[in-house]
């Protein structure tokens, strides 16, 4: 079946540690996108991708690094910077916006916390 | 600016009707998405509108005007299952990020 998953779902971290949060969708999506979520809290974009090699900062791109090498594969690197990195992280999809809604899709999300 | 506002909570009773609202600010405004999130998990599509007028799709409708900038989610026949945060979100200028309200909680009591 097509989808998104990311891994794990939870994950424990001393700080100070980096931690690579993995996120793969075989949708053929070209855009692929990073969110943040804290209780009672809206969705907030960390980095964004439209195709691979390319991505875009988003709104609290400060601690955090992307990389996108491959079109299946967009991994989140929560480096020891960010400073609140507790959190429930979210990774989403999207196809064309060509004759289509343009929704994004979402994995079952990883929730992270920082001891 | 771009913003996106809509209630923070809602209650209902298992059976009614209730209207979720959301208001929007956002430049070069193309469509405008409503998620369902429920507690612990992604959030998952349930309609989109681009032109103005009332979408309907089983209990689940949801109407947008675009030139008052508004837009409700309307839930029929409430079941206990529908309790989840109500996420509204609009298209960016260009189309490649969307701008998120912060969600609407409901609750659904017997």
């Known amino acids: 079946d097509g989808g998104i998953t990311q891994s794990p779902k939870y994950l424990f971290r001393k700080e100070g540690q980096n931690v690579t949060l993995s996120c793969e969708q075989n949708?053929?999506?070209?855009?692929m996108y990073w969110y943040r979520q804290d209780p009672g809290q809206g969705l907030r974009l960390i980095y964004y991708s439209q195709i691979v090699n390319d991505f875009q900062k988003g709104d609290i791109a400060e601690g955090y690094s992307v990389s996108r090498e491959k079109k299946e594969s967009f991994p989140l690197t929560v480096t020891s910077a960010q400073k609140n990195p507790t959190a429930f992280y979210l990774c989403a999809s999207r196809g064309g916006l060509a004759g289509g809604r343009g929704e994004q899709f979402f994995g079952p999300g990883t929730r992270l916390t920082v001891l | 600016g771009q913003n996106i506002d809509q209630p923070t909570e809602m209650t209902a009773t298992e059976g009614a009707i209730v209207q979720i609202n959301c208001t929007y600010q956002t430049s070069g405004f193309n469509g405008l998405f409503w998620y369902q999130q429920h507690a612990g998990e992604a959030p998952t599509f349930l309609s989109y509108n681009v032109l103005d007028g009332l979408e309907e799709k089983g209990r689940f409708s949801s109407f947008l005007s675009r030139s008052k900038g508004y837009s409700y989610l309307l839930l029929k026949e409430l079941q206990m299952k529908d309790s989840a945060s109500y996420l509204c979100?609009?298209?960016?200028?260009?189309?490649?990020?969307?701008?998120w309200g912060l969600g609407t909680s409901l609750a659904v009591n017997p």
């Open positions: 949708l053929n999506h070209d855009a």
């Open positions: 979100a609009g298209h960016a200028g260009n189309n490649r990020k969307l701008i």
